[in-house]
Every structure is written in C-alpha cells, then in structure tokens.
C-alpha cells in the first residue's frame, strides 16, 4: 500500500460547479487539490505551473474546449491523466474525448466514492470509465456489430499461433482476416479483453498466459493501431467491432 497524494486539477467554466468538486475532493483521503481552472486555455496553463498527476476535466468550456486541452496536456504532459467529469455520454463528447488522450469519462451525477475510484484507477494504468459509459461503448458495438460474430479459426494462425496457450478465443474477436491494421488474432484477444477492463494480470490469467507475454502482445497491439494509452486501445476495439463481451 502507498501513502502516496494525488495531485488534482479541475477544470469547468461554471463557478458553482469547479467549487463544488473542489470542496467535494478535499473530502477525499489521498487528494490533495493543486488548482482550479475555468476553461481550457487556463487548464493547459495551471497543468505546466503545477504538475497535477490528474486533471479531472469538463468538456464544453470557452476558450479551448476540453477535448482540446486535453490533447494539449497529454502530448506535453503525459504523465498527467485526464479524467473526464461532464454532463454529456454522448458519442459526439464521449469518442473525441477518448480520441484525445482522456483515460476516464464520469458524468456528473457521480458520486465521491466513484470520482476517486476513477482517479486511481487512471493512475494505475487502467480506465476509469463510468458503468453508464462503459454501457454507450457497449451499445454502440452492438449497433456497429453483425449479428452474429464469426469464430476464430483453431488451426495454423490462430490462438496456438499466436499466443500458444490453446486457449479459448475471447468471444467476439473476428478472424485474422478481418482484423484491421495486422492485428493478429491473439492481439485482438489482448486487445478485447481490455474493453472490457481487465487489468494485464486478469488478462494472463483469462489467456492462460504470462505477464510478460501480455505486455509483449499489448506492446504489439499499440504500435499497430497507433494508439498512446489503455483509454484509446478502448475507444479503438469499439470503433472496430473488437471486444470480449461475454456469453
């Protein structure tokens, strides 16, 4: 266990609202509130002064918008996360966000348990995705999806191959054929089993795999679909029709 403070900034251009999550996250054992920004040009500025480890970011602001600063801070600062707390789970907020570099998308009817469960998650690799996010990535698969997903050859080229453990394939993965930018099957696994928020050693343990193999194929996976972090390997898998939903 770490005693270890997460620095936050928050970021949202109503006054009552960036008071109110301040106050909120002085509550919170383990947070300590670095600066409050009420727009995006002023959140990229506070996040080169201070050096939060999380900003937790509104999207509709003016000036810069959050997506925007967001892609600022990750590709200047990409120790920071960005955590998303916004009114709006729409496609048109909640894609560019993750696009964008954001590891957590909340709306703000979360409460302080889920705001913080967010924020250490980010900081520990994973995304920090609301359940009713986490719902809208889902249905929007379901729209995008055929009806019925193709199964995944046993033979040469599939799972022995790729991975060599003779595992199952986690459902919903297509054929090597079908996968986009040279996915092999067994990425695609990897990369499945991501959105659906499994940690590296969950995804050993579903794979019949090690650790290290995990990393080398998520290594893998990243280069091919040029994505930085967890949160877009999430957005990628959704957008492509990839994923691990269960039987």
């Given at each position: 266990?770490?005693?270890?403070?997460?620095r936050?900034?928050?970021?949202?251009?109503?006054?009552?609202v960036?008071?109110g999550?301040?106050?909120?996250l002085?509550?919170?054992?383990?947070?300590?509130?670095?600066?409050?920004a009420?727009?995006?040009?002023?959140?990229?500025?506070?996040v080169?002064?201070?050096?939060?480890?999380?900003?937790?970011?509104?999207?509709?602001?003016?000036?810069?918008?959050?997506?925007?600063?967001?892609?600022?801070?990750?590709?200047?600062?990409?120790?920071?996360?960005?955590v998303?707390?916004?009114t709006?789970?729409d496609?048109?907020?909640?894609?560019?966000?993750?696009?964008?570099g954001?590891?957590?998308?909340l709306?703000?009817?979360a409460?302080?348990?889920?705001?913080?469960?967010a924020?250490?998650?980010?900081?520990?690799?994973?995304?920090?995705?609301?359940?009713?996010?986490?719902?809208?990535?889902?249905e929007?698969?379901?729209?995008?999806?055929?009806?019925?997903?193709?199964?995944?050859?046993?033979?040469?080229?599939?799972?022995?191959?790729?991975?060599?453990?003779?595992?199952?394939?986690a459902?919903?993965a297509?054929?090597?054929g079908?996968?986009?930018?040279g996915l092999?099957?067994?990425e695609?696994?990897?990369?499945?089993?991501?959105?659906?928020?499994?940690s590296?050693?969950?995804i050993?343990?579903?794979?019949?795999?090690?650790?290290?193999?995990?990393?080398?194929?998520i290594?893998?996976l990243?280069?091919k679909?040029?994505?930085r972090?967890?949160?877009?390997a999430?957005?990628?898998?959704?957008r492509?029709g990839i994923?691990?939903?269960?039987?």
């Amino acid at each position: 266990m770490t005693d270890a403070v997460t620095r936050v900034l928050v970021a949202d251009d109503q006054t009552v609202v960036r008071e109110g999550i301040v106050m909120l996250l002085g509550l919170l054992p383990g947070i300590e509130v670095v600066g409050a920004a009420a727009d995006g040009e002023e959140a990229v500025a506070l996040v080169e002064r201070h050096h939060p480890d999380v900003v937790l970011m509104d999207l509709r602001m003016p000036r810069v918008d959050g997506v925007e600063a967001t892609r600022r801070i990750r590709s200047a600062h990409p120790g920071t996360e960005v955590v998303v707390l916004t009114t709006y789970a729409d496609d048109e907020s909640l894609f560019p966000a993750l696009q964008a570099g954001a590891r957590g998308y909340l709306t703000k009817d979360a409460g302080g348990e889920e705001i913080a469960k967010a924020i250490a998650d980010v900081r520990s690799g994973a995304a920090g995705l609301s359940p009713q996010v986490q719902l809208r990535l889902l249905e929007r698969l379901s729209e995008a999806s055929p009806k019925s997903a193709p199964s995944v050859p046993s033979g040469p080229g599939g799972p022995s191959a790729a991975g060599g453990s003779g595992a199952p394939a986690a459902p919903g993965a297509a054929r090597a054929g079908e996968l986009p930018d040279g996915l092999t099957v067994r990425e695609a696994e990897v990369l499945a089993l991501i959105a659906e928020g499994l940690s590296n050693a969950e995804i050993a343990q579903r794979l019949f795999v090690s650790q290290a193999t995990v990393k080398t194929h998520i290594n893998n996976l990243f280069a091919k679909t040029a994505v930085r972090d967890r949160a877009q390997a999430v957005a990628y898998a959704f957008r492509h029709g990839i994923t691990g939903m269960q039987q």
